[in-house]
């Protein structure tokens, strides 16, 4: 797949594809072509073998024990919190939270920030192009609270209203979340503007980064956000860990919001103390494995350079914009000027769930559905779309297969059922 | 030509296409006695079957909805199927069709054109396209009220 070279730490020179054993694997007796990486990455040797490694080498429990072992996971959960912070230039280590991934992050602060902040009549501001973990979770504390949520609309080509964002801030509105880029449509939202506009108004604002770090580079001081979470298995890294940075001096005075291990300072029938922040988030014992492949994940894009992925996936786009808009019968869905390496679309006359079912056939993975964003496929007025994403081992020829396949499916379900 | 296109060519025969584009029964029913709602929210798959039963016998049916061409195929299929059976019939042909799918066939059961719809045996993730329909003609049938899931 990937035309990427780098040196490897062998010395020679590796193709991206033979980092990622999962990607010479066939499927269906086809070579793998894999286009779903908005959903999940695939992970690459590195990640591999740091997590297994840290299971045959290093394991054993975090900040509790005496013992050499202990000491040396402690070690090595530290260093991915550093590296976290390194990834999105936080000023400081303990503005990193370990969480489940995305959705988990979102949820503390809902609920930690949310919960002690907001009042009846406040007012939550999300947009029409959040995916549900950045809509759930802040209905629920809306209904907790008594706030009010508001929608930023969207246009049709998938761009925010930028008046209508201007007009729905004002005086009562304590927090605004939105997608740093759409996981539907690729839409990447103008940050800065939105960020100093909402700040401007009183708002927190989180960024819901999930589709953004494995893509481009991401500097949280750069933005002024106060929140920024995502997740590890969208950046070639594990399933089951994430991030949330957030600003030193909020973070210092928000509740926790799971008890338990790890999170207390003392603890007594009468009274519990709680540990400073990032522990006061992470009660329990953390996914440390996960965080050792998770910082795996983040050296190996470090080591490739997020701003050549980033150049390398925006030729791979305009590429597939132009192969697959040209096809007859394809509808594009989102077309804002400034998008990340995600292509949605329809085909005339064929359900996405029966392209997504031709192009397995032809050892292509897709996307099928409304991709998590039911309302924003309610806003464009269509059930859902097919969706094919990039990553840095994508090429050409992956673009050349979906290609042929959407002509195959065509050719099905407009000539005569033979595939 | 390879097994996969094989299994691609029976997913995808010829009478799925017709119904696909053609769907029988496409229309809400004013006078139904009975209503149930289908949805998928995997895949956002949503319909509705009207029913209405007399004498112990279903006398009409119909439905309406959006989905894929396995959904509303067989949708299509499962109207003309149960049309003018018995309420008795119609269920026990939703659950040899349901075992059919995703289990065991009963044996000795002629399936007729509901035949077509077994390409999904093939495509696990397909078979909740093809019984949705079935699920909410169930819940017509019994009264349920709760939408029809899949799971
Ligand atoms: C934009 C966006 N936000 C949030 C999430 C949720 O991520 P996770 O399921 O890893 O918590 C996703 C992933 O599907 C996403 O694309």
């Known amino acids: 797949m990937s035309v990427l070279a780098f040196p490897s730490r062998t010395g020679g020179c590796l193709r991206g594809v033979e980092d990622f054993p999962i990607l010479s694997r066939r499927i269906r007796n086809k070579p793998l072509v894999y286009l779903d990486n908005a959903a999940t990455t695939q992970k690459p040797e590195v990640v591999i073998e740091a997590e297994s490694l840290y299971y045959r080498e290093s394991n054993a429990n975090i900040h509790r024990g005496v013992h050499w072992l202990s000491q040396r996971a402690t070690d090595l959960y530290d260093e991915g919190r550093e590296s976290v912070r390194r990834l999105l230039n936080a000023a400081r280590s303990d503005e990193i939270v370990f969480t489940r991934g995305t959705t988990e992050a979102i949820n503390l602060v809902a609920y930690s920030w949310g919960c002690s902040q907001l009042r009846a009549g406040d007012e939550v501001l999300i947009t029409a192009m959040e995916h549900h973990s950045n809509i759930v979770p802040w209905q629920l504390v809306c209904e907790q609270t008594g706030a009010l949520l508001r929608v930023v609309p969207v246009s049709d080509c998938g761009e925010l209203d930028l008046e209508a964002f201007e007009a729905l801030l004002g005086p009562r509105t304590r927090m605004f979340a939105v997608a740093h880029v759409s996981n539907a449509l690729g839409t990447v939202n103008p940050l800065p503007w939105l960020i100093e506009r909402a700040h401007a108004a009183g708002a927190r604002v989180l960024v819901d980064g999930a589709q953004a770090v494995a893509h481009m580079p991401v500097d949280v001081r750069a933005l002024g956000c106060d929140f920024y979470a995502f997740s590890g298995h969208k950046l070639y890294g594990p399933t089951g860990i994430g991030a949330l940075y957030g600003r030193a001096e909020l973070l210092a005075t928000m509740p926790p919001w799971q008890g338990g291990g790890d999170m207390i300072r003392t603890v007594s029938f009468e009274r519990t103390t709680y540990a400073p922040p990032p522990q006061r988030f992470e009660a329990g014992t953390p996914n440390i494995a996960g965080v050792v492949g998770l910082a795996a994940a983040i050296g190996y894009v470090e080591h490739l350079g997020l701003d050549k992925i980033a150049a390398h996936e925006q030729a791979l786009l305009a590429h597939a914009t132009e192969a697959v808009g040209a096809i007859d019968g394809v509808r594009l869905i989102g077309t804002a000027a400034h998008k990340s390496g995600i292509l949605s679309f329809t085909v005339d006359g064929i359900h996405p769930h029966d392209l997504g079912t031709i192009l397995d056939t032809q050892g292509i993975a897709i996307r099928a559905g409304h991709h998590c964003a039911m309302p924003l496929m309610t806003r464009l007025g269509i059930p859902g779309t097919a969706r094919a994403s990039f990553a840095l081992y994508n090429d050409e020829n992956d673009i050349a297969a979906l290609v042929a396949a959407i002509r195959k499916a065509q050719h099905m379900f407009n000539g005569g059922g033979q595939p | ?151």
């Open chain 2, 1 to 151: 030509m390879s097994g996969i296109d094989a299994h691609l060519r029976e997913l995808y025969q010829e009478v799925i296409f017709d119904h696909n584009r053609q769907p029988r029964n496409f229309h809400a029913m004013p006078d139904a006695d009975r209503v149930a709602e289908g949805y998928n929210p995997l895949c956002g798959d949503q319909l509705t079957v009207y029913l209405r039963v007399a004498d112990g016998k279903v006398e009409d049916v119909s439905f309406v909805g959006h989905g894929c061409a396995i959904s509303k195929a067989s949708a299509s299929l499962m109207t003309e199927a149960v049309k003018g059976r018995p309420v008795e019939e119609a269920e026990a042909l939703f659950r040899d069709f349901h075992a059919l799918l995703t289990g065991t066939p009963p044996e000795g059961r002629d399936f007729g054109k509901l035949e077509v719809l077994t390409g999904v045996r093939e495509f696990p993730a397909r078979v909740k396209c093809a019984t949705l329909a079935w699920h909410t003609l169930h819940n017509a049938l019994t009264g349920e009220h709760d939408p029809a899931r899949t799971e």
